[in-house]
């Protein structure tokens, strides 16, 4: 089943606790933690502090997308604070198999992150031992941007791509997903949706996530 995996960067830090528990009420299925430096992304967000509070208040899987500098000095960190997955950048990372090895010896799911601009092709050499492929579909650093429209033609190159290796990770999709694409993205291949704004900036939180987790638990994905 696709996974829904709102994105708490976009909720009110002030009532954190309750708006976890608004999406768990709308079938959530991880909680996603986006991590920034303010020198790989220009915006600083929060730290491991904050992922070991997520994981005292929610049993659901926490999803942690680290876009930050030598993110291998910090793995170990987020993953003792509760980190289920942790996904790294393809651009900041020059030792990305020495890198995925070390997150799973840890005990947690490793993730691959390309940008809008890098081709998915780029991880032919290391499709095979990833977890996750998450897919930048805006240019990471803050929320509520506009889905990039040829995100759609490079889900469908990963779903290809993880063919042609006999693969097996889940391919991520984060960025502008809103209720109006959400379908489209789902046809080209996606099976885990990061969803912030739409979610946590919408009048009624917990109807939100619901509506998009029918959307994406009813819809047939339909790969062209």
């Keep these: ?33 986006d991590i920034m430096d303010g020198n790989f992304v220009p915006n600083i ?15 659901l899987p926490v999803d942690v997308h680290l876009m930050i500098k030598n993110p291998d000095n910090y793995i170990e960190n987020f993953i ?11 651009e900041e990372d020059v030792h990305l198999n020495r890198t995925l090895s070390r997150i799973k010896e840890l005990g947690a799911k490793a993730g691959v992150v390309i940008n809008p601009s890098t081709p998915v092709n780029s991880l032919k050499d290391i499709a095979e031992y990833a977890d ?24 469908k190159e990963a779903v290809k791509l993880r063919g042609d290796m006999n693969a097996n990770f889940i391919i991520e999709v984060d960025g502008g997903i809103d209720l109006k694409n959400v379908s489209n993205i ?39």
């Design 45 to 59: 967000s929060f730290g491991p502090i904050i992922v070991e509070a997520v994981k005292r208040i929610t049993k």
């Design 132 to 155: 996750l492929v998450l897919i930048m579909s805006v240019n990471p650093g803050f929320g509520g941007q506009t889905f990039i429209k040829n995100s759609l033609r490079k889900i």
């Design 186 to 224: 789902l046809s080209a291949g996606c099976d885990a949706f990061v969803i912030g704004s739409s979610i946590f900036k919408s009048e009624d939180i917990t109807t939100t996530t619901l509506e998009f987790k029918n959307l994406i638990s009813s819809e047939k994905k339909i790969i062209t």
């Design 80 to 90: 003792t604070a509760g980190a289920s997955i942790v996904s790294i950048h393809y």
């Design 1 to 33: 089943m696709p996974v829904l995996a709102p994105s708490i960067l976009a909720s009110d830090f002030t009532n954190l606790s309750q708006q976890i528990r608004l999406v768990e009420m709308g079938r959530a299925d991880w909680i996603h933690c």
